[in-house]
């Protein structure tokens, strides 16, 4: 029986997107935002939404340059393979190395609220094999789960409204961008940036879609979907906290969620932080998937679930670098500001092999 | 593959068995008292835990003088049978004589451990708080913990005082241009009772605004959602006219009406208007409830004796130089970021002038047309 090939849809991919950029920085984006950009920083952070969307818009011009082709099939179209599998390779390895420390942040986080004294390579073991049990599947399913994970999260958006009996208009400030205790410098407030870090994954969607799924409809709005929700969560904290508690709080979101009392149960961070394990499982999933497309693309014709075992297995034991919360931060904060000049140079980079291309007058094979 | 199924699960499952916490194996700590003697040490001070036994009746309580909190625990740890946990603690109390002097570093400790929720109730003992844990004999509560976290619950719910928790506190520690406050409890023979709010200054506890006064700090401090507040309206007179506002709901708002030339020495004006409206469920006097004239007249009267009460509050807070109104907070945000961080705020609050401007509604005089 022949199968039938599923391509994603514009609701999947809205979703997938929205929860691939809900990453772990989320939980500390409060104190980020006052660190590098200061008062009245969730103005800052829309102006880096909007830089994100135009760094989309990069994407997209491939996407319509390239007519649909892969980004592999477009650079071995320009570049010989020997050239290119290196570049692959070196990808693939950092985003083992990216979804590794993403997961395994989770979880020294989580260790600060339960389950002290387990060893969290143990809980990484487990979320390993969910990791591994997604991964085997293709993107169809992988984004079918990402929906019901959506669904189980998004929820908690509704839990501001607990924060509204306390929050005041006068914690925020008439002034703009003063008082960032870091400084204001191009890194600072690519700290913030690194909270969009997910959506460069959609270059990885191309051969899943046809132009019926509208990909890109999907991926912008599924990045406005998520900046409006966390927005909403800034927007509470700046006016629940005031400017230098944030500053002093490690993870304010965890505090605000410590704050909510409901008649039959309280101190629901623990419950509610938990939920989070299953956005951290689509980032390592969507990473760990960036990955194997690249290794795959070196060597196809590898046994079904091999490449995956091995990618797993490499997350797994990368997992063992990051020991303690404070030097897991610090790996993590490395990733993402590297995955962020990913985000931007490989669409450039693109863009400008698709006008050699033009010039020359080849066309990317968009055989899938 | 009913192998693997199998493994798969038990690991699943048996993961949570590595870090087991055993309730009857755990004791919650449900208070913690810090307090200092006079004679004591410097750099020492009494540190006392309250234990709700599992029956939830009875409490242990341990004290020791310790030099840290840290020290203390360790202390209790070898004395209690059963593994210390703070996830459950509700209240911290500190003494009069050790507030005077900053709580600020013991908050922090408290802060930082992720088992305790920001909704712990800070609190002010005007008595020795040992004492207060101590005793198990309060009518109103099985423990001391239990009463006292219900007691402040309630009446922060109405209003009557400031919800003065670890959040409340941080964050007014933190902001800049409001001082924290929090609740005072004093220990009377058959009860605890409320004794008014602490004022601070940064962390240290710098004086107390009277029981009777609360509800007009109250008005000044907070929007008031369901409170009752009782007024003798001539107290210079011997007649002694009264009355009683109940469901009282207010709303305030600041405007920094000159806030140029800080710098220079000009004096900062500020303007606060309190919106008040409630039942006149009690009124004894002259006046008659049936004639809408006198009901106006009324209504004056009420203004004038909150709006007195209220900056006489206001000028003892000047004072004191205490900003728990959070009048910095509107100042800071009418100035540039440099000019107020150059200005003495604390002088140039104590030198303002802050006009307070009372309105009352009564919304209806209860079930009786007169």
Known sequence: MNKVKEKLNVFHITLLIFMTEMNITMFSLPRLIVENIGTNGWIGYLALSVLATFNIFLY???YRMGRGASVFQIMECALPKAVMYPVYWALAVFWIFTAS??????????????????????????????VFALLIKNIYNISKTATVFFFMTIWTVGLTVYQFQDWEIVRFSPHLFQLASQGHSFRNWMEVYTTFMGYELCMFLFPHVTKKSKLFQGVFIGHWVITIAQLIVILTAFGYFSFHQIESLLYPIIDLLDFIEMPFINRIENLVFSMFVFANLIVTVMYCFAALTAIKQTCPKVKPNRLEFVIVTMVFFTGYIPKYLGQSEQLLRKVLYTETYIAFIVPVVLICVLLYLKLKGKVPNNES | MKVKLVCLVLLVVLTGCTDEHILEKS???????????SGEPKDSMRVTISITKSNHQDAIVYSVVAKSDKDAKSHFDRQNNRRLVTGQLRQVLFGEKLAREGIWK?????????????????????????????????????????????????????????????YTFSRDYYDEGIDPVTTIIREQKESLIIDGVALF??????????????????????????????????????????ASLQFLRSRRKIHVTSSSKLLQGKRLKVDMDIKVEGS?????????????????????????????????????????????????QYVRNSLPVGVWHRLDWRKVYADADISVHVHVRIKDYGKLQH
Request: with cysteine; net charge negative.
């Open chain 1, 60 to 62: 997209w011009l491939v």
């Open chain 1, 101 to 130: 420390f993403t997961g395994k942040n989770f979880f020294l986080i989580f260790q600060m609220l339960s389950f002290q004294t387990t060893n969290p390579m143990f809980i990484f073991l487990l979320f390993c094999l969910m």
């Open chain 2, 27 to 37: 004791g919650f700590i449900r208070t913690i008292a810090y307090d200092k003697e």
């Open chain 2, 106 to 166: 013991h908050l922090d400790s408290l802060r930082r451990d992720p088992m305790i929720g920001s909704r712990m109730h800070v609190i002010i003992a005007e008595e020795d708080p040992y004492h207060i844990l101590l005793r198990n004999d309060y009518p109103q509560g099985p423990t001391a913990g239990e009463y006292i976290d219900t007691l402040i619950r309630t009446e922060a719910k109405a209003g009557d005082i400031p919800d003065s928790n670890l």
């Open chain 2, 201 to 242: 200054k940064d962390d240290k506890y710098v004086g107390k605004v009277e029981p009777s006064d609360r509800m007009f700090f109250g008005l000044l401090h907070h929007n008031i959602h369901a409170g009752d507040l009782y007024l003798n309206l001539k107290e210079d007179h011997d007649d002694g006219e009264q």
């Open chain 2, 280 to 328: 006149l469920l009690e009124y004894i006097g002259e006046l008659d409830m049936k004639k809408p004239a006198e009901q106006r007249k009324l209504e004056e009267e009420i203004r004038k004796s909150i709006q007195t009460k209220c900056r006489s509050l206001v000028r003892t807070l000047q004072e004191k130089q205490t900003d728990p109104l959070g009048i910095g």
